[in-house]
């Protein structure tokens, strides 16, 4: 989602961090990775759960 807001969208986080780039506002770029790396680190943790609690049946991976 966000490699096709960097290519064509006018609106949205990947375009936020495009324009900070241009207008060269470093803050802005590192403020819109650490949302992104965020909510990646969220949905990791909750896709986990999701398996482990969907999956109690299967043997534990050893």
């Known amino acids: 989602m966000v490699a096709v807001e960097l290519m064509a969208s006018s609106e949205g986080i990947g375009f ?5 780039r241009q207008l060269f506002q470093l803050d802005v770029v590192l ?10 680190l969220v949905l ?7 398996e482990r609690s969907m999956t109690r ?3 534990a991976p050893t």
Do not use: E, Y
């Not at 936020?16 to 900070?20: C, E, I, T, Y």
């Not at 990791?44 to 999701?50: A, C, G, I, K, W």
């Open 16 to 20: 936020l961090m495009v324009m900070g």
């Open 31 to 40: 403020a819109t990775i650490v949302v992104i790396g965020s909510v990646g």
């Open 44 to 50: 990791d943790q909750v896709l986990r759960f999701t």
């Open 57 to 59: 049946w299967q043997p």
